[in-house]
């Protein structure tokens, strides 16, 4: 038995099942009843006395309805948040409503919708709307007749009767017949009618429909189905979506011969409609439509995808709140960050062929210049082997904008955790160390000139002694600190950090960035990468060396201020604005501290 055969029994099973359950007296009165309203509703002239008992059931049924006029308000419920780089021109990444029964939804105007969608709906839904008073009067004296009959409680609803039933009805009582809530959805369509223009209505009624998989609106759903926007739909496409609201499970995704019967049928009412001719329906029918394979593919982020969850997580920390913890998908936010698309290439292409060069695999990527290895790696291709993985920050020492962030070589790739954000996971740094050790050091008193022996040495720690060794098993003798660190000589790091204090290198690492490093005791290990820090912070901090020793960045939220820690961080977002353009957020200056002297940043600076 295929699908749509199972609906039908199942609706059919359901309407014997209602029959049974509704009394003959239950069904005249409430036919009656609603037919008062309606009489009210159209009622110009006649008797006094029908006009008198009709206006008492009408009023009996609007007393307790809400103004008509908060569904202006009420399109406003939410919207998909769209994040995007610092041109405002390359979406990144859209995040949907995480509410039941919220999903994707991008608000447009009726002049940004296909007129053959606009045509489709009507003629399927309502082909009276344009002249009908919000109730499509035809079907509903149907509906009169087959519920006199059948005993099902039929609406005749219409276009407008709808848009009142989404907006003014909670779920559960849309999902449940009665006369009384249909004489109240006759009462405000009415209602609505007299106030709003019907290009007003039909804008509402396209944007709040569910299409099926997560699409809500009808650009949403031309997106999520036809990768387009709703203003590009073609008459076959259109006359496939309109059938959606109906039945939204039969789409062209996860039902395609379902959608295909549907389509027709569409396209039937289009030529009934006089919209369009048979010709013109049968060349739309026997298009071959180019649908997406699945609705995910909607979502999938193809740009910077960890920069965009993280820009995500920001907004959502800044702007959502515990008593309106949906706050920047009810105002349906444009988020405009600081990441620079070309950049983000370069270095994902640089670090994928990096990697590749390591593993001896063909460097050969598509979208990318090809680099040639570089000397440091090709000497080491024997030791260096089985890299999977890799990340990179690019920051704007000047502003302290992130420019660029490579989480990982491939978001989608689960054999390297891919959408594990590395450079905000904490991993040891290694040698990358050990400019704060020097650093610190350098301001107790060391200089770039000082000589120390790089010789096998015993170090005191609190655990046990010390002895660590060069990376190339090589001792060097008397060697001046500058030396020693532009070669990364283990032995004399960690003589620096003991003369230093590992106390002291860890406040200076805070000072410059460092928001990990919490523990009560480290060891002299810590100089050659032996605590975990963030790549995110690491490249502020050398960003904070590179200008001058001046952090620049926007203030650390006061809840998030630690004593001794940096009170700036990295700028992730320009301009945040709602649904309307009105702006909540703007980056224009970036706020800065001095962390250290001039004279050391240009100390650590030269010796780098």
Not at 428 to 437: A, E, L, M, R, V
Not at 541 to 554: H, I, Y
Request: proline share 5%; aromatic share 10%.
């Amino acid at each position: 038995m295929n699908r749509s055969t199972t609906i039908f029994l199942d609706r059919r099973r359901r309407r014997r099942a209602r029959k049974a359950r509704t009394p003959t007296w239950q069904k005249i009165a409430g036919i009656v009843a609603l037919t008062l309203v309606l009489l009210v509703g159209l009622i110009v002239g006649g008797a006094a006395s029908v006009a008198a008992v009709a206006g008492g059931v009408y009023y009996y049924f609007a007393r307790d309805l809400p103004d008509s006029s908060i569904i202006v308000t009420e399109q406003e419920s939410f919207e998909t948040v769209k994040i995007y780089d610092r041109t405002g021109e390359h979406l990144l990444y859209e995040s949907i409503d995480p509410r039941p029964f919220r999903g994707d939804r991008t608000y447009i105007t009726l002049d940004q919708i296909s007129p053959h969608l606009i045509n489709a709906t009507v003629a399927l839904e309502d082909r009276s709307f344009w002249e009908n008073p919000g109730v499509n009067l035809r079907g509903l004296a149907r509906a009169f007749i087959q519920n006199l009959q059948g005993g099902q409680i039929q609406g005749g609803s219409s276009i407008t009767v709808q848009v009142a039933k989404q907006n003014f009805f909670t779920r559960e009582e849309q999902f449940t017949r009665s006369y009384t809530r249909k004489a109240k959805e006759a009462i405000l369509a009415f209602d609505l009618t007299r106030k709003y223009e019907k290009t007003d209505i039909l804008e509402w009624y396209l944007n709040n429909n569910f299409y099926g998989n997560f699409s809500y609106g009808i650009e949403s759903a031309a997106q999520i189905y036809f990768d387009k926007s709703a203003a590009d739909l073609t008459l076959a496409e259109a006359a496939m979506l309109a059938a959606l609201p109906q039945f939204p499970g039969l789409n062209p995704i996860q039902a395609p011969e379902d959608a295909k019967r549907r389509q027709g049928k569409v396209l039937n009412a289009m030529v009934d409609a006089g919209y369009i001719s048979q010709e013109q329906a049968d060349a739309a029918f026997a298009e071959e439509l180019q649908v997406r394979e699945s609705a995910l593919e909607r979502f999938d982020i193809e740009t910077a995808p960890h920069f965009a969850l993280y820009a995500l997580e920001q907004v959502k920390n800044e702007f959502n709140t515990p008593e309106d913890p949906f706050f920047i998908w009810r105002n349906g936010l444009t988020v405009i960050t600081t990441l620079d698309v070309d950049m983000q290439h370069e270095v994902t292409c640089i670090a994928r062929q990096r990697i590749a060069h390591l593993n001896h695999e063909d460097p050969d990527i598509p979208g990318c210049t090809d680099l040639e290895p570089v000397d440091f790696l090709a000497k080491r291709k024997n030791i260096d082997h089985n890299v999977s993985n890799a990340s990179a920050v690019v920051i704007r020492p000047e502003t302290g904008e992130i420019l660029a962030m490579l989480g990982s070589l491939d978001y989608n790739d689960p054999e390297i955790d891919g959408e594990v954000n590395i450079a905000l996971s904490e991993r040891q740094p290694g040698s990358s160390f050990k400019p704060i050790t020097y650093l610190t050091g350098f301001s107790q008193g060391l200089t770039a000139a000082d000589v120390v022996m790089d010789v096998r040495q015993v170090f005191p720690d609190a655990v046990e002694p010390y002895t660590p060794e060069n990376y190339d098993r090589r001792y060097h003798g008397p060697v001046s600190l500058r030396t020693a660190l532009q070669r990364s000589y283990n032995i004399p790091a960690v003589w620096v950090m003991n003369q230093a204090g590992v106390k002291n290198v860890v406040n200076m690492a805070h000072r410059l960035g460092i928001t990990s490093l919490n523990k009560d005791y480290y060891g002299l290990s810590l100089t050659l990468g032996g605590g975990e820090v963030k790549l995110l912070d690491m490249v502020y901090a050398f960003s904070t060396l590179a200008n001058g020793g001046v952090m620049k960045g926007e203030a650390v939220p006061p809840e998030e201020l630690r004593p001794g820690y940096r009170t700036l961080d990295p700028v992730v977002i320009l301009e945040v604005r709602d649904r309307d353009g009105n702006i909540l957020k703007q980056f224009e200056k970036p706020e800065e501290q001095r962390v250290i002297s001039p004279q050391l940043a240009y100390l650590i600076d030269n010796v780098l």
